[in-house]
């Protein structure tokens, strides 16, 4: 089925160790974000891409780095976690056609 | 302030009921407007779209839009457990090229059967 698949679902990480959240679409959409969800916050934009080779940060860019070398795969770089990126982490992306985000099924992460 | 506020919640109905969600904003260059609903444990789900001003029906569901009170809604009715989860408004200015939406914190539904 197309749409946004993440991975890994679920991930534990030691403080100072570094990961990648994978995120890839198969919509051709130009526009790709990484968001954070923690409760009674709503949803946080970290960092966003309007097309491959451009990328800028969002609301809460800090310790997070992104780069988008293809339209398809937009990958989340932890640099060193922290227990405060303890975090439900969704990629989404939507093109001039579209209105919406769709959004990915979501990354729990949890840094002990 | 937040540029959109919506009550968490919860809000908890009995099934078969009329449900009212609600969102208040500040920023009058906002034209799309957006409802989203989370299940547990799972992404955000695009409900409905409006365009500016009005109404949208789509089955059970109307969105509705008021610019001049800046206060857009979502009505369900006859309410289903199935409706359980949160809804979230989105926003986008006519004036952003970044394609970039403005949340609200979403609202917890509850039905209960």
């Known amino acids: ?112 | 302030q937040k540029e959109v506020e919506q009550d968490p919640g919860p809000l908890s109905v009995p099934e078969g009921a009329i449900v009212s969600l609600n969102c208040t904003y500040s920023n009058s260059a906002f034209q799309y407007f957006m409802w989203y609903r989370q299940y547990s444990r799972k992404g955000p789900e695009l409900l409905m779209y409006t365009y500016s001003s009005g109404n949208k029906e789509d089955g059970r569901f109307t969105a509705q839009v008021d610019k001049s009170s800046k206060y857009i809604s979502l009505f369900i009715r006859d309410s289903q457990p199935s409706d359980s989860a949160t809804y979230l408004c989105a926003m986008r200015s006519r004036m952003d090229s970044n394609y970039q939406l403005i949340w609200g914190a979403g609202t917890k539904l509850i039905i209960k059967p």
């Open chain 1, 1 to 112: 089925n197309a749409g946004v698949t993440q991975t890994p679902k679920f991930q534990v990480l030691k403080t100072g160790q570094s990961m990648t959240l994978q995120c890839a679409q198969d919509m051709n959409h130009e526009y790709m974000s990484w968001y954070r969800q923690d409760p009674g916050m709503g949803l946080r934009l970290i960092h966003y891409s309007v097309g491959a080779g451009i990328t800028d940060q969002g609301e809460v860019p800090n310790g997070y780095n992104v780069s988008r070398s293809t339209t398809e795969d937009f990958p989340l770089r932890l640099l060193s976690a922290a227990p405060s990126q303890t975090s439900v982490y969704f990629c989404a992306s939507t093109d001039r056609a579209n209105y919406g985000y769709t959004f990915g099924s979501g990354t729990r992460l949890t840094v002990v």
